[in-house]
């Protein structure tokens, strides 16, 4: 097809702020992961499917299934809907110790 770009499971897309390999980052209404380094306003690989280890609001408890959402102020993932962007389920429990700041997430990779 002479009007292909690319598959869609990455985009490159205009880091908002800078990123390391592994970071989540918000574009518009576009969610993934980074997939390298990036200053800000460089542009990055950025994955958008797949299940990924993110940082997490300590002392929030995750249940399996339960819907996460980031919050681009703190640039971590929450369980808190208010103001925040869907971008997937956990797919395991986590514990809501002040020290459990990692959770697993499946990212829907729509918007």
Do not use: C, H
Not at 70 to 85: E, I, L, P, Y
């Amino acid at each position: 097809m002479k009007n292909f770009v690319q598959p869609g499971n990455t985009v490159t897309l205009t880091a908002p702020y800078a990123v390391a390999s592994g970071d989540g980052l918000l574009v518009g209404s576009i969610f993934g992961v980074a997939a390298g380094t990036a200053a800000l306003g460089e542009p990055v690989e950025t994955v958008l499917t797949g299940v990924f280890y993110l940082t997490k609001i300590g002392s929030q408890a995750w249940t399996a299934g339960a819907r996460i959402y980031w919050d681009d102020t703190n640039k971590r993932t929450t369980n808190v809907a208010t103001s925040n962007t869907l971008i997937g389920v956990a797919t395991d429990a986590v514990a809501g110790g002040a020290g459990d700041t990692i959770g697993r997430v499946r990212l829907n990779a729509s918007f």
